[in-house]
């Protein structure tokens, strides 16, 4: 055992952040730097979690967008294939607009319009039985989406094509 007499108090210097004592060193940070560098992550770390959120809202977007495209390709494809001869001209292509609604695709809700005009030439959608020219528009809208670029009639996709008769 040691007594309070054969302990030597060894003399402490203070450099910065170190103290060093007879050979031996600390170091370490002052509460005040901690909590500096605390705050300093946390406000990075809400950053990046508000661009997250940005980032999953945006991809949502996107896949309305090709789920919109998927069912015009499909509209447009069954106009394609449908009957346009002399003889026969299939009741698919009659002229005019048609709208379908409430088409649900990966849980979510979309209007199908399509239009048919039997006279290009003009601005109207003009229906014309004897027509051996037609133009194709079919529009696919999502429904119940938020704000945002994929909303509205930025979210709307819209194919054209015009077919004419087969001889």
């Not at 949502?60 to 009957?83: F, P, V």
């Not at 199908?112 to 004897?130: C, E, G, R, Y």
């Amino acid at each position: 055992m040691m007594d309070q007499a054969s302990l030597v108090k060894l003399p402490q210097v203070k450099t910065g952040r170190k103290v060093e004592c007879a050979g031996l060193s600390q170091s370490g940070f002052t509460l005040l730097e901690v909590t500096i560098a605390l705050v300093l992550m946390m406000i990075v770390a809400l950053g990046s979690a508000s661009l997250f959120t940005f980032s999953i809202y945006n991809n949502s977007a996107g896949s309305d967008r090709a789920s919109a495209l998927a069912i015009a390709e499909e509209a447009l494809e069954t106009l394609r294939t449908a009957q346009f001869d002399p003889t026969t001209t299939s009741t698919l292509l009659a002229g005019g607009s048609t709208v379908q609604s409430n088409i649900v695709r990966s849980g979510r809700v979309f209007v199908l319009t399509k239009t048919i005009d039997d006279n290009p030439s003009t601005t109207a959608v003009d229906v014309d039985t004897a027509s051996t020219l037609k133009l194709i528009t079919v529009s696919v809208t999502p429904q119940s989406i938020g704000q945002g670029w994929g909303s509205g009639n930025t979210g709307t996709v819209t194919l054209m094509t015009q077919r004419t008769m087969a001889e």
